[in-house]
C-alpha cells in the first residue's frame, strides 16, 4: 500500500501525529513500525520519492492528485488489503499523511486507488469517478477539502 501526495510530508510530523492518535512507532528494519495493540496490527512505513514505485501507481496518482506525486509513504504490512488486522492502522497512517498535506492518494496495489480525507477517510472511485472530467469535479473537490 502507497499514499501518494504532490505536497511534502516531513516523517517526524507523521510520527508525531500517530503518536498523538495513540500509536507506537518504532525505529525497525530500514521503517516506522507503528502499531497501537503490539505486534499484531503493526504496519511498517518509510517515507520516500516516488521514483521507485510502478508506473501505473505514478500515473494514477497523478490523475487524482493533478501534480505529479513528490512524496511517497509506503506500508509493508502481513495480510491481504482490507482483510488484514493491520488495515486499521494503515488507514490510520493514510489519515495522518492527508492531515499533513492538502490532497493524498491511497494506492492498494491490488487496483484500487482512493482519494484520502483526514476525516472521513477513504473516497473510493464509484464516488470520484462520477465527477471526473466535468466541471462539478472543482465542487467536489471544494466540498472534500472542506472548502
Known amino acids: 500500500m502507497t499514499v501518494l501526495t504532490a505536497g511534502h510530508v516531513d ?4 510520527e508525531r501525529r500517530l503518536v498523538r492518535a495513540g500509536y507506537t ?3 525497525e528494519g530500514g521503517g516506522l513500525r507503528v502499531s497501537r495493540h503490539g505486534r499484531w496490527d503493526a504496519a511498517t512505513m518509510t517515507v ?3 521514483a521507485g514505485l510502478p508506473r501505473d501507481t505514478v500515473d494514477g496518482a497523478r490523475l487524482l492528485l493533478g501534480l505529479a506525486p513528490r512524496t511517497a509513504v509506503r506500508c509493508r504490512f ?3 488489503v482490507r482483510s488484514s488486522d ?3 492502522t ?3 497512517i493514510a489519515r495522518a499523511v492527508a492531515a ?3 490532497l493524498a492518494v491511497l494506492d492498494d496495489h491490488a487496483g484500487t486507488r482512493y482519494l484520502v480525507h ?3 477517510g477513504l473516497v473510493g472511485p464509484e464516488e470520484y469517478e462520477r465527477v471526473r472530467g466535468r466541471a462539478a469535479t472543482t465542487d467536489f473537490l471544494r466540498r472534500f477539502l472542506g472548502g
Do not use: H, I
Open 100 to 102: 499533513e498535506v492538502p
Open 78 to 80: 502481513e495480510g491481504g
Open 86 to 88: 493491520s488495515w486499521p
Open 90 to 92: 494503515v488507514l490510520d
Open 48 to 50: 520516500s520519492r516516488p
Open 25 to 27: 512507532a518504532v525505529a
Open 118 to 120: 483526514p476525516s472521513r
Open 11 to 14: 516523517q517526524r510530523r507523521l
